[in-house]
């Protein structure tokens, strides 16, 4: 096959069940979706809080779209830094008890811009096996001298770090681990950055809105603050159901990613729209209460019935529960299967997660009902065992 066959290439990913293709969603987010006419029970998003398709924030979203137009017009430095950026960042701060809050297009873009800003050739950065592409692409990026310990193993770091010559050392690691559900041992890693002198980053793209009482994430559920944890990253994407991310930290911090993070200097700023719609949809994720318990019930029902089932679950208390299965094989069969049934997971397969933990990824939001729940337990009961 020549470098530049292209199609061939394309033919090869399909033998090896790794060709991917994309869905084209009718309607708006939620536990139901319409997919090709056909309405689906969906257990594959992130809405967790179930706020993607909330009334008060399409309202606040089109009012402010009425006041502000579409688009930002350019680059938050020029002059694309609206009053609802400057609002939010303020009321994100606020939230996550820290001096200050950034918020930049894309999660993606806030972690390439963030360590690559922190470290350069010369420093080091570690980071967790499972951490996020673009933590893992941030690392590569920013030119530091690039370790990766085993997944959640606090040993090998400890000796990594403490082998480690550099300076500058960053540790980075996912609060909660976005293919496992699992969350980070993020007591033990914050006394070894301390011990250490090194720099701790969590990105809670996962915890956030989900996991302590007002959905602080896991550095809420933690008591963890600034002092433990100077960079905290996590997404509005996902619990707050709008799109962006922010990091927030010292005002340092913030003031030199300001100065110095390409991926927040050189590109666009969101919709002020955008920015409006996740003001309010943060402050549902405080307020109400009941979206994280009801998450917390659904699960708890979601294992039982897995668990009577026999079904290979990996350990996890967040709304990500993973399915193993295996081979990308059995990944794709269960889930044509499953789609016959009316339902929709995440079909993850190698090498988005180690061969041999090939699995069906299945979250939930606030908005599924006990009875959904059910109905996936049976789909899964004909389907994979
Ligand atoms: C989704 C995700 C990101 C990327 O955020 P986007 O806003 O979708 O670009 C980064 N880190 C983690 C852990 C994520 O799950």
């Given at each position: 096959m020549s470098q530049w066959d292209l199609s061939g290439h394309l033919d090869a990913l399909k033998q090896v069940h790794l060709y991917r293709s994309r869905e084209t969603i009718e309607g708006p987010q939620g536990s139901q979706v319409q997919l090709n006419g056909k309405s689906f029970d969906n257990?594959?998003?992130?809405?967790y809080l179930g706020l993607a398709n909330h009334p008060d924030v399409i309202k606040a979203f089109t009012t402010a779209a009425e006041k502000y137009g579409v688009g930002a017009g350019s680059a938050h430095l020029i002059c694309g830094h609206s009053y609802e950026h400057h609002a939010l960042e303020e009321e994100l701060a606020g939230f996550t008890g820290r001096q200050r809050a950034l918020v930049f297009s894309t999660g993606y873009m806030a972690n390439l811009g963030v360590i690559s800003t922190l470290v350069q050739k010369g420093d080091a950065v570690f980071q967790d096996k499972l951490n996020h592409a673009s933590l893992i692409d941030g690392g590569l990026i920013s030119g530091a001298n690039f370790r990766r310990y085993p997944h959640n193993g606090l040993d090998r770091l400890q000796q990594l770090v403490e082998k480690s010559n550099y300076d500058k050392k960053l540790i980075v690691t996912d609060g909660v681990f976005s293919m496992d559900g699992d969350e980070a041992k993020i007591i033990e890693l914050a006394s070894l950055a301390a011990q250490s002198k090194s720099m701790l980053m969590v990105d809670d793209a996962h915890g956030l809105g989900v996991l302590?009482?007002?959905?602080?994430?896991l550095l809420e559920k933690h008591g963890l603050g600034e002092k433990q944890v100077p960079v905290l990253m996590a997404t509005l994407?996902?619990?707050?159901?709008t799109a962006g991310a922010f990091i927030a930290g010292s005002d340092a911090l913030i003031e030199t990613l300001i100065q110095r993070a390409r991926t927040y200097i050189y590109t666009t700023a969101m919709p002020p729209a955008v920015m409006a719609a996740t003001r309010v949809s943060l402050k549902l994720c405080q307020q109400e209460c009941w979206r994280r318990e009801k998450l917390v019930s659904l699960v708890a029902q979601f294992r039982r019935g897995a668990g009577q089932l026999g079904l290979n679950l990996l350990p996890s208390e967040t709304p990500i529960q993973a399915v193993i299965l295996g081979t990308n094989e059995a990944v794709i069969k269960a889930n044509v299967q499953l789609r016959e049934k009316g339902m929709l997971v995440g079909a993850i397969r190698h090498p988005t997660v180690p061969k041999g933990s090939e699995r069906l990824r299945i979250t939930f939001s606030a908005t599924h009902t006990e009875s959904q729940v059910t109905a996936m337990l049976q789909a899964l009961e004909s389907v994979v065992t």
């Open positions: 257990f594959s998003s992130n809405d302590g009482d007002n959905g602080g994430g994407g996902k619990s707050l159901g």
